[in-house]
């Protein structure tokens, strides 16, 4: 399955944003209220000279930490994180094209931020953006970068951060360390008590870029034997709670597109509500449905048996008190 690398990363900034702004903006947790964290939605930006269409990534607005800055108690700034999977020359002049609507639309200050997750080149990547003349520099603009593939996936063993668990996949490995990096990360999963939900979207990450080979397997095998008897056990369960949860979504992925083949064949194009309904179904619904189908002769009857199946939901009450 091809993988949207861009809403990878989206998705992990958005879901652990104050944990991303620990691990590599320390002096700016120190500053932000979390509790005030917000996420603006940006308008398409266009290049006037070459007509091209951008939005920005992820903005992200908070408030000044009490007494953190002087003479900014409680004033609002924002935060924008552009990741970026491509080397690209033109990327600063990109960045300060963000920076100038964002701070001036918003009249806010703007704290700005590269995450370059591309493989190579290896070379330092720019941070700045200058107009320059012999006389004069009438803008020098500049901004943070955290360029993994520069990163040492050592230096982040200490953090238990979902977010160094996570982008440590993506970091400076060498192939010899592969087996024991994903061996370390599980280990810090286990320290984070995360939900299913996102212990599944950092499975993701180890997945995706961490994939190992037979041979590195083997290797990786050998290592988890060598861990105490308790921690073993522990990260066993948590392989095993995944292999679970990813063939019950499959299965379930399995059952839905046989389900909408089947209908479609009956009853032609299905319209979005009912695909919609359809895929918020869970496998036992899906099963019960295959069932009945043969049985419903228009899409009328495919959303009253649908509809039924919501007022069967509602009427099920929870059980209380002692057995």
Not at 8 to 25: A, D, G, Y
Not at 64 to 84: L, Y
Request: with cysteine; aromatic share 10%; charged share 30%.
């Amino acid at each position: 399955m091809a993988i949207d690398h861009d809403q990878f990363f989206k998705q992990l900034l958005r879901i652990f944003t104050f944990e991303f702004i620990l691990l590599f903006l320390p002096e700016v947790a120190a500053y932000i209220d979390p509790a005030s964290i917000t996420f603006l939605e940006t308008e398409v930006f266009t290049d006037l000279v070459t007509g091209e269409r951008y939005r920005a990534d992820i903005v992200i607005k908070a408030r000044f930490k009490a007494s953190a800055v002087a003479d900014s108690e409680g004033a609002f700034f924002i935060i924008h994180v552009e990741p970026q999977g491509k080397s690209q020359e033109a990327f600063p002049r990109r960045m300060f094209r963000y920076f100038s609507p964002l701070h001036l639309v918003n009249d806010l200050p703007v704290y700005p931020m590269a995450l370059l997750t591309y493989n190579s080149p290896l070379r330092e990547a720019p941070h700045e953006y200058k107009v320059v003349f012999p006389d004069l520099t009438p803008l020098h603009y500049s901004y943070r970068v955290i360029q993994l593939n520069r990163l040492n996936w050592r230096d982040f063993l200490r953090h238990r951060n979902p977010v160094a668990v996570a982008l440590m996949t993506k970091m400076r490995i060498a192939r010899k360390d592969r087996p024991r990096v994903k061996l370390e990360c599980l280990r810090l999963l286990l320290t984070l008590k995360l939900d299913a939900a996102r212990m599944t979207l950092i499975r993701g990450f180890m997945d995706a870029y961490l994939n190992l080979n037979a041979a590195e397997m083997a290797e990786y095998n050998r290592e988890v034997e060598s861990i105490e008897p308790a921690e073993r056990e522990a990260m066993m369960q948590i392989v095993n709670e995944w292999e679970a949860l990813g063939e019950a979504r499959g299965e379930i992925k399995g059952r839905l597109e046989t389900l909408v083949d089947l209908m479609q064949s009956r009853l032609g194009s299905l319209p979005a509500d009912v695909r919609e309904r359809l895929s918020a179904l869970g496998l036992a619904e899906l099963k019960s449905l295959t069932l009945a189908v043969g049985g419903l002769d228009d899409l009328a009857a495919v959303r009253r048996w649908l509809d039924g199946l919501r007022g069967k939901q509602k009427r099920v009450k929870p059980k209380s008190g002692r057995p």
